[in-house]
């Protein structure tokens, strides 16, 4: 769980780690899973570990309902 401050300036608590919330970011930017985990340093497999979670975290089920329940998109 991780502190963030919405654009209204409030804070919240998210149940994502900064990292999950960082490869939803990429995603939300149209990166691949390859290119994500490029762009972070880590293993293709790593990056789908937090894509998992992420999307489990959040009781999503595709991409578009993890970024809007994440509020990036």
């Known amino acids: 769980m991780s502190l963030l401050i919405t654009p209204t300036g409030t804070m919240t608590y998210s149940p994502l780690t900064s990292r999950e919330r960082d490869v939803l970011e990429l995603m939300a930017k149209g990166l691949r899973q ?6 972070l340093s880590i293993k293709m497999d790593t990056a789908r570990k937090h894509i998992k979670n992420a999307y489990k975290k959040l009781d999503a089920h595709n991409k578009v309902e993890a970024l809007r329940k994440a509020g990036i998109w």
Do not use: L
């Open 34 to 39: 390859k290119q994500i985990a490029a762009a």
